[in-house]
């Protein structure tokens, strides 16, 4: 019998204000499929036990922008990912760099807004990058989100967006510590989740996150 990768998904219903955590989680869970066990929570304490608890990963897709997480939350999962884990933020889940600057050293940027929600295309970056293996061009109805990147945090661009005659940064990646974080920018509703490219972007991103697929 496979053993599957222990994942553990980190969201809000009760206390979302712009993306509740149950219709990404069912589009994760069918992402994940027959290779990683989805655990998903509303739970922040999870985040310190995560060693404990046999996770290789954690997937945010945390609505806490008017929140910030306890000191015992943040640097247990800034440790967790420095010693070797893996950290996937989807959307709104770049709102626990709103939290703390380390967890947004971590990400790698801040959201700074974004305009009206719209048709996006989106655009792969690189040709020969492991996580872009399958991923062509798509286009989502979506939120344009900006952002303000650490100048300390180096980070590997993977997909970038169209909008009004410029494209803008819409995927990255890079190690932290012995760690590893991926950013994916659509995400906003179910229906972000289901062109094919971007599923295949997001499993490619699950694996390499678990360290399943490690870059060289």
């Known amino acids: 019998m496979t053993t599957l990768t222990k994942l553990l998904l ?7 204000a712009w993306h509740p955590l149950e219709p990404a989680r069912q589009q994760l869970e069918e992402i994940a499929a027959d290779e990683f066990e989805l655990v998903s929570t509303e739970d922040y304490e999870a985040l310190t036990t995560l060693d404990q608890d046999g996770y290789s990963a954690v ?8 929140r910030k ?3 015992e939350q943040i640097g247990r999962l800034l440790r967790f990912v420095a010693g070797g884990g893996g950290l996937l933020v989807i959307h709104n889940g770049i709102s626990l760099g709103r939290t703390s600057h380390e967890l947004a050293g971590l990400i790698g940027a ?3 807004g974004h305009p009206p929600y ?4 989106y655009h792969p970056m690189q040709v020969d990058h492991p996580l872009l ?4 061009a798509f286009t989502v109805d979506e939120e344009p989100y900006m ?6 945090s180096p980070r590997n661009l993977l997909l970038e967006y169209e909008f009004e005659g410029s494209r803008y940064p819409a995927g990255w990646e890079h190690r932290y510590g012995l760690g590893r974080l991926v950013y994916l920018q659509p995400g906003h509703c179910a229906p972000s989740f289901l062109p094919d490219s971007y599923r295949q972007l997001i499993r490619n991103s699950m694996r390499w996150a678990a360290a399943r697929n490690p870059l060289p």
């Open 10 to 16: 980190i969201g809000d219903n009760v206390r979302s």
């Open 59 to 66: 997937i945010s897709y945390a609505d806490c922008f008017d």
């Open 69 to 71: 997480l306890a000191p």
């Open 110 to 112: 801040r959201f700074t």
């Open 118 to 121: 719209q048709p996006l295309t």
């Open 133 to 136: 293996e399958g991923v062509q």
């Open 147 to 152: 952002f303000e990147f650490d100048a300390l």
